[in-house]
């Protein structure tokens, strides 16, 4: 099988493409990936509200990175950014992310995840074959993806593992195991050497805070309520972002063709634990706030829509067969984040308002690559 218009196969760079690396985890492994001098990395990301391209400005200069504005359903732009950097993998991170979201305004949802899913599919199939076989060899198509998929636990049920059955609950969760079931198809059906990896809860630096642990950062400090959905007794699995990162650096090197991976920490917390572990930190780290304690910020709210009660996540598969361990504990990771987010206040105060988007014009307008225009050929 050769790209449309080539005749030759095609030879592998030791790049990779990343799609939705400006959005929190996609960032964070890029960072990570360049420090550890794993190779050059081309970012495909929209720049949805979740993109910000500020998050890789410590690398932007660097001869290893290059970003480039777009959309995943556009088949051309992605079908020539593959011919162009000719990748040794994709890393797939692109998503409409926020369960919330996707309960007010699902149909981002199902576009992003499945319709551009599916277009990054056949894409790559396109491109995967027309590498010369050694290079088909190497080549891998990393579908980054959520413990949601698997649906809610009872309190005393047995964590998710690679092999529990598919329940999604929400519109989001619907749409990734949609994702996961078609990069499953295509490895199937037409031998494309995909690998997925199903993660738990992430927090860290990056984070839009629009999700639960850099809200209740941001609204503690400005002394705004602390929406708890329900009883705050749902628990979640959580795992700090650069473990991730380094979990998804040690799938895309050593994982198995065809497998899917599992992905966390350990960390069981309920809501109502997370909330008030943030607050503590902040009465300590802020000795000067006016809002403390910060706990009295804390306001019951109705309940999410279908909320999944608790999730949790075996991980011995990855621990075992691929040697990886989370470095962070809760309680260190989450210590590191509160400082980070203390010591980027202008971050937040910028996702918010909205002035990354102004900066973004700024510095990323008839710059090149870094516009679409400069990837496309027509
Ligand atoms: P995010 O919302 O922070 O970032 C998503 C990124 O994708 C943004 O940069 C956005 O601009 C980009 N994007 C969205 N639509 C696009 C499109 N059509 N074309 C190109 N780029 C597009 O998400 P995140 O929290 O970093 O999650 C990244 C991936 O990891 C997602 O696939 C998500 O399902 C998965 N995941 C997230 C978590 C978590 O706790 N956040 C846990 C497990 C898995
Ligand atoms: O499990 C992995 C998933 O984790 C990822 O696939 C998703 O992309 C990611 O957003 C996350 O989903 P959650 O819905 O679990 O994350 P969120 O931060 O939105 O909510 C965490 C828990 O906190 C959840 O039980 C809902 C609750 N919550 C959330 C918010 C934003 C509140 O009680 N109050 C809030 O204001």
New binding site residues.
Partial sequence: MRLAGTTEEITCSDSILV??G?????SNFVLDWLAAGCGAIVN?????Y??NPENLASVENSAAYRFVQ????DAELVTSLLQKHKPRAIVH??????VDRSIVGPEAFLR?NID?TFTLLQAARAYYGSLASADQERFRFLH????EVYGTLTPEAPAFHEETPYAPNSPYAAS?AASDHLVRAWLHTYGLPAIITN????YGPYQ?PE?LIPLMIANALQGKSLPVYGDGQQVRDWLYVGDHASALRTVLERGRVGETYNVGGGNQRSNLEVVKTVCALLDELVPESKFKPHLQLVKYVTDRPGHDRRYAIDARKLEAELGWRAQESFETGLRKTVVWYLRNASWVENVTSGAYHQWMTQNYSGRGEKVAAGERTR
């Fill in positions: 799609t939705g400006a959005g929190f985890i996609g495909l990301d929209k720049l949805t979740a993109g777009g959309d995943i359903c991170f692109a998503a409409e992310s926020h992003t551009g980054v993806s959520t413990d990734k993660c738990s809860n992430n839009f999700k």
